[in-house]
Structure formats: C-alpha cells, structure tokens
C-alpha cells in the first residue's frame, strides 16, 4: 500500500467568490458592484435580472453569513419599512480581493 505525499489542488470546484454560476458568487458579484445600500429582495431582483436565476431571500442571507465567514466585510442596517417593520439593508466595504468594485 502506498501513501500520499503530495495532493494535486483540486480543480473546477466552482468555489470562487465571482463565479455567477453560484448562489455565493451571485450574491459577491450583486453586493461587489452596488452603490447603495440592498435589502435581500433588492439583492435578489439584481440577481434575477443579471443572471437570470431566482436565489430566495433565505439562500441570499445565508450567502452573506458565508461571504462573511470568507473574510468579505459586509455592512448591515435596520431601515424603516412598511407597518413599523425594520428590514436589514447590506453594503459590501472595501475592495476585497482587490477586483475593483466594492462599496466603499
């Protein structure tokens, strides 16, 4: 039996934080190039009409916990809202992995 000394880095995973064929990277892609502050249905209409694909608020939300977890900073606010609710808006800070864009 032999033993490994080396593993070759796997490639194609599509885990790379631009990649629009995932929830992550739609939901990196939409909050790298915002101006303004999203709330998660705003995040997921710019999904919809830049990729064409329907995330729900739910996936949207856990994509930022995530992209939290991978080091991005995202912002987070209550705004006023309709009948006294407080919905949360987000805002990616700064110029993580140095790709331009980025909210500032």
């Known amino acids: 039996m032999g033993t490994v000394t080396a593993m070759a880095p796997r490639q194609g995973r599509g885990r790379r934080l631009d990649n629009p064929n995932s929830q992550l990277g ?3 892609l939409v909050l790298r190039d915002a101006m303004y502050w999203l709330k998660l249905h705003e995040i997921g ?3 919809y009409d830049r990729f ?5 608020h ?3 939300s856990a994509r930022i916990r995530e992209l939290r977890r991978y080091g991005v900073t995202i912002a987070s606010q209550e705004s ?6 407080r919905p949360h808006e ?4 700064g110029d993580w ?3 331009g864009g980025g909210a500032a």
């Open 52 to 56: 064409g694909q329907q995330d729900s």
């Open 97 to 99: 992995g140095g790709n």
């Open 45 to 47: 209409e710019a999904i």
């Open 90 to 93: 987000y805002r990616m800070l």
């Open 26 to 28: 739609r939901t990196y």
């Open 80 to 85: 006023p809202g309709p009948g006294g609710t």
């Open 58 to 60: 739910a996936a949207i």
